[in-house]
Structure formats: structure tokens, C-alpha cells
């Protein structure tokens, strides 16, 4: 069959078992631990709390972000100040840096902006050695350790194995064939790696052997002919279908496999566009189990059929033991964009807290799947855009819908109209790093409130409107219900590297785009403690112990998801401990919230304190376009800034062909339709910064920036 029907969870059982059958999965043999001196972190499970070490990025096998550690408490808490500080970069203030550290032996090991990596004593913050990379800069999410090796990659398809206590390089090894295998975190377990590849036409799960590199085999996203989900491609879409596993995955080595989550359907012409790629399309927005020693399919779990919303749910998945309706279970979580957890059973594929198809609203162009899979419990987020009133509080509802646009939700569909819906491809959980708390049982996840709009009208995934807020928050689920325990907004969205780290006397550290690193109450979400890094932080924390010290480390650098260049960037390596003695770094200006607009500012007398509705400006020469449009960049200019008490006119150019507009928002200004020739004028008295948008096009949106 084409896929497991979770309309029918005895049928779906079985299909997964049939799978099994056909290849019986290789006895798992002990995992060699994560280092190579004494006392090294015990991977031999999935579920080995972090300790003495934090050997990989998600702390262990099943990705649960939790340190058995237990100097700091609550009560201690606020005693929490600087150990030491490494500038890794030695004080760059550029870049996207999306890496989290590990600590192994005492010794931490980091990858920068640009790419190196970066070996520091845990004790005293010196730096012990530095691999600079040689084939230019890439972002990357982290290094694997193990046999004595740091594991990074390059540019080029590159793998490279470095000496654990000298950076030397033993290997290198480029993996060509499968889409790019530079960003995406590598994972160590028992001699082999596991490397996933990101931004490619298809991609794929690739397993290496950590001794020098030799492939041991891949699993593709988009299944080639005669490979089991080929036939949920219309025609060759399959080569171009995108898939691509640009996270870590999970491993149970008792289990003998490995989980990995694909990424969305792209197709011919972009990820909204469905037209030329009809059926399912496995294996994206798919979990698959694959057995760690051969790569062979053991089942999957498809969270978004025929994805034209880009809603991909990539994120690492958290592998647990949890009792469900007083029986214990081997899960593995999956959700992230769509706002909502699948719990399986890691065994088999089968959901036992329930998931239903549900039916949705259809749009034949886009060949979309009749029914999405929902859990029975619903998701930890909203579904539907707020329509909330111009004029009301500002800002208001998270969810609250930039005016003009047809509003939606979740898997409405499109074509060439935009429909503006949420969590959006930008929020919900995106591609957060979680904490499963062995305390509590709780899941821990930030995430953002992102709406999106999507049509054909956008060349790429979704357009998040000009003007809307960008905000977000934490919330923490018990895996054994799949309910909400709690939630708590935020002023920022926690959705992009935001990593949780729990602990094992009830602590939740989470680090914000402003730089501020927070501990937080991990049974009721309230803040305990804030230290300013200096940087956003776009990274796990960590803890380990060096020295006969405890430690909780952070890298501070970073990066332009969801706000752009102005999240504050740096590259700012921090270790605390109780009574440490360095306070916190200057307070960097903080990212601005709100989606910008896509031109710089034009001082208003250059333009005679006018704009343009309906046509782009070109700022070098000042020039107004010559033909009409319905763009993003529709307005002429997009950016305009006043003094206080400037009296702006908005006009409809003569040339356009129909009626055209602005509407200011939130605060609701102004609503004004206007013909093609016909003005508007309306003063700004006081500073600010105020949205507009056009009736017609509402992707056309403007700024009037008053100081």
C-alpha cells in the first residue's frame, strides 16, 4: 500500500509489521560511549541523562535536551553569574550562527558563524585548539563526538573527522549524490554517523562510518522507480520533490533504528504550488523509522499529505518511555510547524493516544489530499486566524490577521489569491530543539506565532505579511495525554534553534532573540532568572561538569530567522556557575518585531512627502515604476520617514487600472479607497511607526516611519 491509513490504526499496525517482516532490523549492539577518557557519557540508550558530559546536540540519543545535574535548583537559582567568556570569533558581530555546543571530558566543542570549530576548557574557558574550515563559510547546527573524533562539515559535500584533543584533521570524505550535506547536525552512535542533507531538489538520510568516512548507506526522501513510495508522485515530480531531512534525527540503539523527519514537497515551480506533483508525495512531511545498521524502511507516518503550505514539521524527533492508559510505551514526538504532536509508538508507527483524518477544504488545481492526519486531542496552538477589529488594542490577539487578506486556517488551500492562515510555515514549533523532563514527563517546545500567506503569487513558501508581529512563547505537554500542562506567551518567537534544556530539579533554561538567557519554573513556566548574553541565541543550552565544577554553557551568535539583521549577533561562548564573577554583557538593541517592509527609508522631502500606491520605487535614482503593481514592493516608496506633524498624500497613480488603497493597521487610521488619479491625505502627529496596506493587493505594504 501507498501509505499507512491512520483512519485505521489495526490497519496501519499491520502494514507496519509487514514491513518489518520483509527486513528484520540487526540486533543493536552497545554504543561506544561519546568520548574517549574516563568517565565518558554512556550511550548505550537513548534516554542516558546529560551528566559529567552533554556529548551531542540534544544531549543524548533521543534527543531529550535533560541533565541529571543537580547544584542548581530554584532555590539557587538567581545565583547563576558568569564562569567565563570566550569570543570564539574574537568579537564578530556578523553572521548566522545556529550551532549548539557539546561538552565531553571536560572540554567543550562549538562550530562559529562562519563555519570552524572550536575546542574550549569547560573549566577555565580557554581555548584548547580551532579548525578553520577551508572551503568558505556555511551555517551549521553542530558537531558529533565519538572514537576519539570531533565530527564537523564543509562546503562541497564534505565530511571531516578531527582529532578529539589536537583539531587535526584524520579525514575528510565528500558524500556527492545526495543533495547538500553541509548544515544539518551529524550524529555519533557506535561507529557510525548520521548525516542528513538540507536545501536540495532530493534529499536524503545518510548513514558514514565514523573510521574514515566510507558510505554505509542512504534512504532517499523522494523514492526513485521501483522504490516503495514512488508511486505517490505523479510522473518524474519525484526527482525535484525536495524531502530533504535538514534536522538531527533520533536513535534507539536498543531498537536498532534511527528517526528522521523530511522536509516539505517543493515541486516544479515552488513549495505552493501542488499542480505537477499530484498524490501524497512520500517521504516528505513524513517521520521514518529506518533501521540504523542497513538503512532499510521499517515505517513511517506521513503529518502533512501533498504539502502546499510548507508545513514541513522538521524537527528533531524526541524519543521517551511513557506510560499511556496504564500501559508502558516506547514514543517518539513529531509535530513542530502544524502546532501539534503525533505521539507513535517507536515500535511500529501506530498512534496509541489516537490520530484521526479528518476532511478539509479541496482546490482541484493544486490536486490536494482530501483528508490531514490530527491527533484526537488537538494540537497546543490555534488553528485559525483572529479577525480582530482595527482600531481595538494594539497589538492584540498573537494570531490577530493583517487586514485586506482572505483569512484561513490550517490546510485551507490556495491558488492565486493569498490566503493568510496559521501557525504558518515560520511558526508554530519550526525547528525548535526540545526537552522531554524525565521529572515531570513533560515536553518542552518554543514556538512562534508566524501567520503566513500563501499563493502562486509568491516565487518561493509563503509570505509573511509586512507589518504583522512577530511573537511567540513555550509550552510544555505531557507526552502520556498529549494535553496541555501549560503555556505562556512570549514577547519573542522561540521557534527557530530556541533549544529547552530541563533538569533534574525542575529547571527550564530557554535563550530569546534579545540575548536573554532564562531559567524558568519546568512544572509552572514561571521566570526564575534572566542573564543578557550579549547576542540572540539561537542554540541549546547546555550543562556538564569540569574541573569538580557545575556548569551551564550557552552560545550566544545569532542568526536572521525570523528577524532578519536586526537580531543582535556576536560570538559569545558562556559558561555560570553559582557565584560566578562576571556579570552580564551590555544590552544589545533588541530585534524588531515586526515583519519590515521591503525597502529601506526615504526621507519624505525627497518625495514631497508622498506615496505612490500601486507602483514600485527604484531609491537610487528616485524614480517611480512604469508600470503597475500588485507586488510586495507596490508602493512608492515602502518606507517613508516624517518629523511629527508632517501631512502625508497617498495616491492611486492615474495609470493604474482600478481602484487601489491604503489601510492603516492596527491602529486604524485611515480605510480609504481611492480611483486611479484620486488622493488622500492624513496627518501624523505623533512618533511611531505605522502599516498600511492596499484593499486591492494587500501584499502591497507601506511604512510611515515618524520621529
Not at 54 to 80: E, M, W
Not at 153 to 175: C, F
Request: with cysteine; net charge neutral; charged share 20%.
Amino acid at each position: 500500500m501507498a501509505y499507512i491509513d491512520r483512519r485505521n490504526l489495526l490497519k496501519g499496525a499491520a502494514a507496519a509489521a509487514v514491513a518489518t517482516t520483509a527486513a528484520p532490523a540487526a540486533a543493536a549492539t552497545p554504543a561506544t560511549a561519546g568520548g574517549r577518557g574516563p568517565g565518558a557519557a554512556d550511550l548505550r540508550r537513548f534516554d542516558t541523562p546529560g551528566d559529567k558530559d552533554f556529548p551531542k546536540v540534544g544531549g543524548n540519543l533521543g534527543n531529550q535536551n535533560y541533565t541529571s545535574l543537580r547544584r542548581v535548583n530554584p532555590g539557587n537559582v538567581r545565583r547563576l553569574r558568569g564562569a567565563w567568556l570566550n569570543r570564539i570569533e574574537g568579537g564578530i558581530t556578523t553572521g548566522n550562527n545556529e550551532s549548539t555546543a557539546v561538552a565531553v571530558d571536560g572540554t567543550i566543542y562549538i562550530e562559529s558563524a562562519l563555519g570552524n570549530v572550536v575546542a574550549v576548557d569547560g573549566a577555565t574557558g580557554q581555548t584548547k585548539w580551532r579548525f578553520e574550515q577551508t572551503r568558505g563559510t556555511l551555517v551549521r547546527r553542530g558537531v558529533a563526538v565519538g572514537d576519539g573524533k570531533v565530527f564537523t562539515k564543509s562546503n562541497e559535500n564534505y565530511v571531516i573527522a578531527l582529532d578529539q584533543e589536537t583539531g587535526q584533521v584524520l579525514w575528510e570524505r565528500q558524500v556527492d549524490g545526495f543533495g547538500n550535506i553541509e548544515k544539518v547536525a551529524v550524529v555519533y552512535c557506535d561507529g557510525m554517523l548520521f548525516c542528513g542533507t538540507n536545501d536540495g531538489p532530493r534529499g536524503a538520510a545518510v548513514a558514514l562510518d565514523a573510521r574514515d568516512g566510507a558510505l554505509l548507506w542512504h534512504f532517499w526522501g523522494t523514492p526513485g522507480p521501483g522504490e516503495f513510495g514512488n508511486d505517490t508522485w505523479e510522473g518524474d515530480s519525484w526527482t525535484e520533490g525536495g524531502a530533504t531531512p535538514w534536522i538531527h534525527p533520533a536513535v534507539d540503539p536498543e531498537l536498532g533504528l534511527t528517526y528522521w523527519t523530511f522536509g516539505n514537497a517543493r515541486g516544479y515551480n515552488s513549495s505552493q504550488d501542488g499542480s505537477a506533483r499530484g498524490g501524497q508525495n512520500l517521504f516528505a512531511n513524513s517521520l521514518v523509522a529506518l533501521d540504523m545498521r542497513t538503512g532499510a524502511y521499517r515505517w513511517h507516518f506521513q503529518s502533512v499529505h501533498h504539502d502546499i503550505w510548507d508545513m514541513d514539521n522538521v524537527m528533531a524527533p524526541v524519543l521517551a518511555d511513557v506510560t499511556i492508559r496504564g500501559r508502558r510505551r516506547k514514543v517518539v514526538v513529531y509535530g513542530s510547524k502544524s502546532g501539534m504532536y503525533f505521539i507513535l509508538d517507536r515500535v511500529d508507527g501506530t498512534a496509541p493516544l489516537g490520530v484521526v483524518e479528518r476532511p478539509v477544504p479541496q482546490e482541484p488545481r493544486q490536486k490536494t489530499w482530501p483528508t490531514q492526519p490530527f491527533p484526537v486531542q488537538g494540537g497546543w496552538t490555534e488553528q485559525r486566524v483572529v479577525d480582530q477589529p482595527l482600531g481595538t488594542s494594539v497589538p492584540g490577539d498573537p494570531n490577530r490577521a493583517v487586514p485586506n487578506y482572505v483569512q484561513g486556517a490550517l490546510y485551507d488551500p490556495h491558488w492565486d489569491v493569498p490566503i493568510l492562515s496559521i501557525p504558518g510555515h515560520g511558526g508554530g514549533a519550526d525547528w525548535s530543539h526540545l526537552s522531554f523532563s524525565h521529572r515531570t514527563g513533560l515536553v518542552y517546545t518554543g514556538f512562534g506565532y508566524v501567520a503566513a500567506a500563501h499563493s502562486l503569487t509568491e516565487s518561493s513558501n509563503g509570505l509573511r505579511p509586512p507589518g504583522e508581529y512577530q511573537t511567540g512563547g513555550v509550552v510544555a505537554v505531557d507526552v502520556s495525554t498529549n494535553r496541555v500542562r501549560w503555556k505562556r506567551r512570549m514577547p519573542y518567537s522561540l521557534a527557530h534553534g530556541n533549544g529547552i534544556l530541563t533538569t533534574e530539579t525542575d529547571l527550564m533554561f530557554i535563550g530569546q532573540p534579545d540575548g536573554n538567557l532564562l531559567a524558568m519554573d519546568a512544572r509552572t513556566g514561571r521566570e526564575l532568572w534572566r542573564f543578557q548574553t550579549g547576542a540572540a541565541i539561537s542554540s541549546s543550552p547546555i550543562m556538564y561538569r569540569a574541573g569538580g565544577k557545575e556548569y551551564l554553557a550557552v552560545y550566544a551568535g545569532g542568526t536572521n530567522i525570523p528577524y532578519g539583521n536586526s537580531a543582535p549577533r556576536g560570538d559569545f561562548l558562556w559558561a555560570f556557575e553559582l557565584d560566578g564573577d562576571l556579570g552580564p554583557a551590555p544590552t544589545p538593541p533588541p530585534p524588531v518585531i515586526r515583519r519590515p517592509v521591503s525597502g529601506g527609508p526615504v526621507d519624505g522631502a525627497a518625495v514631497a512627502n508622498t506615496v505612490v500606491v500601486g507602483r514600485t520605487y527604484n531609491a537610487a535614482t528616485g524614480q517611480i515604476g512604469t508600470t503597475e503593481s500588485f507586488a510586495v514592493a507596490g508602493m512608492a516608496p515602502t518606507h517613508l520617514r516624517v518629523p511629527a506633524g508632517t501631512t502625508v498624500t497617498f495616491t492611486n497613480h492615474q495609470g493604474n487600472t482600478g481602484e487601489r488603497g491604503v489601510t492603516q493597521f492596527f491602529e486604524g487610521l485611515f480605510d480609504v479607497r481611492l480611483a486611479p488619479g484620486e488622493s488622500f491625505q492624513y496627518t501624523f502627529a505623533h512618533a511611531g511607526e505605522y502599516f498600511f496596506n492596499d484593499p486591492a493587493s494587500p501584499r502591497s505594504t507601506g511604512k510611515i516611519e515618524v520621529y
